[in-house]
């Protein structure tokens, strides 16, 4: 984990490099991920939720922009994303719709891509929590199977790189849950 | 890889004595006697778990008959971590992102106070 934040670009500041994302296992059909920020909630809330805001950082990874970023926040609302690869202009959107809003507690909503690299919708459920000024933002995405998260988890988000045993560490861990259920 | 075979990759290393089993055989092939020894386990025990560890393709046999020694086999070990990692990286750049534009939120209203004063 280490080694990824000394590698990364951008905000390799110390305040953040502390804050570690882990990504586990919680049961069969979901993946979570839990990541704290140096903000208080209604800060972490709103650059997840206002459009001028995501479209800073969703996605947005070298040679992307998202050009589309649409997000009706509201229970039954829709939101739509695409983002866009400069070099070629291949473009990636996703859209859903939202089943619940706690602000600035709790978004769920459901996730389906144009052009599915997955079976059914997923849902998402994150979650803010501050504490001492700082918000845990948890994100967990329920797939329609098993085989559907596993699949997400090795599809070509982004180019590898190499194996890393602080990953397996995580990784045995999350199957460790995995298998007590 | 198929799912499948990640299914097996991750169920073969849930287990301690297998993932030592792995470790050791990073340093070299052992045979199944070889093996045994530190692990203070009969030989059909570890042999069970290297049946486990070879279905997944993680443990291969040598070429001597005799001894018939296991070696490590690194590729789906590698596959495996590495989707994760793919995963990981997208999200770790996202939130890196995020932490940048969360500074500069924080540090505007500050900027405009000391502005008006």
New interface residues.
């Given amino acids: 984990m280490k080694d990824?934040?000394k590698s990364?670009?951008?905000?390799?500041?110390k305040?953040?490099a502390k804050?570690k994302?882990q990504?586990t296992t919680p049961s069969d059909r979901e993946l979570a991920?839990t990541?704290v920020?140096?903000?208080p909630r209604t800060?972490?809330w709103?650059?997840l939720t206002r459009p001028e805001?995501v479209q800073?950082?969703?996605?947005?990874?070298a040679g992307w922009s998202m050009p589309v970023c649409e997000i009706d926040l509201k229970v039954g609302g829709t939101y739509r994303y695409v983002w866009r690869k400069g070099d070629d202009g291949f473009e990636m959107g996703m859209r859903g719709v939202y089943r619940d809003i706690v602000r600035p507690e709790r978004i769920v909503a459901t996730e389906v891509f144009d052009d599915p690299w997955y079976a059914g919708d997923a849902l998402d459920t994150q979650t803010f929590v501050e504490r001492g000024g700082k918000t845990t933002l948890t994100t967990t995405v329920r797939y329609a199977s098993k085989?559907v998260r596993?699949?997400?988890?090795?599809?070509?988000?982004?180019?590898?790189?190499a194996?890393?045993y602080n990953?397996?560490e995580?990784?045995?861990a999350s199957?460790?849950a995995?298998?007590t259920k | 890889?198929a799912?499948g075979r990640?299914?097996a990759t991750?169920?073969a290393?849930?287990d301690p004595t297998r993932?030592a089993i792995l470790a050791r055989l990073a340093s070299g092939e052992a045979s199944v006697t070889e093996l045994a020894e530190p692990f203070k386990m009969s030989q059909p025990a570890i042999s069970k778990h290297l049946k486990v560890l070879e279905r997944a393709g993680l443990v291969s046999r040598g070429r001597d008959a005799q001894r018939r020694p296991r070696r490590r086999a690194a590729k789906p070990?590698?596959e495996?971590?590495?989707?994760?990692?793919?995963?990981?990286?997208?999200?770790?750049?996202?939130?890196?992102?995020?932490?940048?534009?969360?500074?500069e939120?924080?540090a505007r209203p500050k900027k405009r106070q000391r502005a008006k004063r």
């Fill in positions: 990824i934040n990364a670009k951008p905000a390799t500041r305040k953040s804050n994302l990504i991920m990541r920020f140096d903000a800060l972490v709103d650059a805001l800073r950082w969703l996605g947005v990874r085989e596993d699949a997400v988890l090795k599809s070509p988000m982004e180019s590898g790189v194996e890393s990953n397996l995580e990784l045995l199957t460790r995995r298998e | 890889m799912p990640l299914d991750f169920a290393l849930a993932r070990l590698a495996a971590t590495k989707w994760l990692e793919r995963y990981r990286k997208y999200w770790e750049g996202n939130y890196q992102r995020l932490d940048a534009l969360l500074e939120l924080q």
